[in-house]
């Protein structure tokens, strides 16, 4: 997976870590998918991002627990939780809360919607567990990071997650693997999220290598901080699981959205 350019660049972090980007990544992931109030998604997003419709006034939020084998470093498959010297960041966990949003007017029918539009995910929340991935996040894309106790702890059997906010907002989320298998994603899918840094909407891209299955959520259960539920308009009970135990990603430098 090369960039585009076929070049590198390096960025120096306020903690004194030296990364290159595009930035190679290893991880394991146990997420799920759930309904939310689309009117109470729109209020959580950029003016102009719109939330996916899944239904007439039903979107969709992403909730998912990653486990980082490896940030940075070396490209090799090693699960070595030693630190590069001069590219790499101690592997770390993290949860995300993510709105799939696509860019343009906010249509209300869902199929509508996604004509001739861009589909991403605009991250909203991402507590992760060490000081040098919050500035990572922060200072490159301007994802919403902060330190919080979290745990992710993938096994034979699925990845259960926990976090606990300094905040107080909680979640328990325990993923199994899939005994229906949707569909696979494979090699060279990409992936964009945005975010908003200095004021402006940056859309960035990641390539992904690896299986990421795509499941009924027979076994995966889900609980939420009511204040959480609340302020994300969503229920507790999974549509769709997401799992993968040896994901490859390359993270791209984000770039400005114009406007649509």
Known sequence: MDSPTGGRSRVTLSTGHEISLPLDLSFAIGGAV???????????LPADLSAVAIAPGVGCVVLAGIHYHRVGG???DTDSRAVDADT???PYDEFAVII???????????VTQLVGTELGGYVHWLPVTTEPSVALGREIWGYPKERAAISVTPGPHGTHTAVDGSDGRWVRLEVSRPRTRITTMRRDWSLWSYTTLHGQLIRTRARLRGELSVGL???TTLELDPELQAELGCWNRPLVQLSGSRVRA???????????
């Open 34 to 44: 759930v309904p939310a109030r689309r009117r109470r998604l729109e209020t959580l």
């Open 74 to 76: 070396s490209s090799d």
């Open 88 to 90: 790499g960041l101690e």
């Open 100 to 110: 799939p949003a696509v860019r343009g007017g906010r249509t209300t029918l869902p």
């Open 217 to 219: 959520p027979r076994d």
């Open 250 to 260: 390359r993270l791209f430098d984000g770039e400005p959205c114009a406007v649509p």
